[in-house]
């Protein structure tokens, strides 16, 4: 039976319900959208005693208040330190118990653009195509496929199981930057570039626009230069692929990418960095550096390795 656990009294510039994403209906032309920091929404869910991939609030740029409607285990992850329950601070990254009437806020990070609030059971909104995620183009999914406003009122619903009673170690924590360093792999379309367009991208500083939203992330330095023409057959795009249009500058797609596209895409970031650039700001210097499949391979079973660890109990775990 689903209870209602929370009603919104401030929602900032942006709050919406996300879980992993609406996955297998790219084909049909519907985005995956789900949550930008996967590694947050996946950590918060786990602290509470969720599944890894049920349905939270994705908050943008803080300034979200909310009232607890019963008693709840929450956590707030992602990248600001700030959050309070009541006027009291209270940790991130770690699973606590509200009282019935109590408040929480999250406030504005200086260094991170989303923060999670997970509640224990699970936000219920109803499933679209297998998803709870809201996609705002589209207009469906999450809560009647809107942004939330002052009012609105959550379910949620049974709790599962005990929560974690250990902080997050902050080894395992992504390292939230304003000038983050993403790890890539070229391709599929890296021969498209001449030699120096290559150079460009992989030597140069790129600055985030403030044109930086859910479908992805702009960037604007040196032009990189394609060989002949920046348009290819419109082919798959992937989360974190790097899409370099006519004008040279790199677009790094994000969760609510389109399904396709036509312009040639440089490289992809790699899994374990793409919440860096979901959560840098604009204004915020971004540099690539190019690694092959295989150590991006290494470097995600590596973290994952670490994480299950912790999940065992193993509190000392380091990434």
């Not at 809201?134 to 809107?146: A, D, I, P, V």
Request: proline content about 7%.
């Amino acid at each position: 039976m689903n209870t209602p656990s929370l009603e919104i009294l401030e929602p900032g510039p942006l709050a919406t319900v996300q879980d992993r994403g609406r996955l297998g209906h790219q084909h049909l032309g519907v985005p995956v959208s789900g949550a930008m920091d996967l590694h947050a929404f996946r950590m918060g869910n786990m602290l509470v005693g969720n599944s890894p991939f049920e349905a939270c609030l994705e908050i943008t740029q803080g300034r979200f208040q909310a009232r607890f409607l019963r008693d709840t285990t929450f956590a707030v992850t992602g990248s600001s330190p700030h959050a309070f329950l009541n006027r009291t601070p209270i940790p991130t990254w770690r699973a606590l118990k509200a009282r019935k009437g109590q408040y929480i806020r999250v406030m504005q990070s200086d260094h991170g653009f989303r923060d999670y609030l997970v509640l224990s059971g699970g936000i219920q909104v109803p499933l679209v195509l297998g998803s709870r995620s809201t996609y705002l183009r589209g207009k469906f999914g999450g809560f009647e496929g809107r942004a939330l406003k002052t009012g609105d009122v959550l379910h949620t619903g049974p709790e599962a199981r005990e929560p974690l009673p250990a902080v997050y170690p902050k080894q395992l924590i992504p390292p939230y930057s304003s000038n983050p360093q993403l790890r890539v792999v070229l391709g599929p379309q890296d021969s498209a570039f001449s030699q120096g367009g290559l150079e460009a991208f992989i030597g140069g500083t790129f600055t985030v626009t403030d044109r930086a939203d859910r479908m992805g992330c702009r960037l604007s330095g040196s032009p990189i230069q394609h060989e002949r023409t920046a348009d290819i057959i419109s082919d798959g795009l992937a989360m974190g692929a790097i899409q370099i249009p006519g004008n040279g500058q790199p677009l790094i797609l994000l969760a609510d990418r389109p399904t396709t596209g036509g312009y040639a895409k440089i490289a992809n970031v790699i899994s374990v960095d793409i919440p860096l650039i979901a959560q840098t700001l604009p204004g915020g210097r971004i540099t690539f550096k190019v690694v092959s499949f295989y150590e991006a391979r290494e470097i995600y079973l590596h973290k994952e390795f670490a994480i299950r660890r912790f999940m065992a109990g193993d509190e000392k775990v380091g990434a």
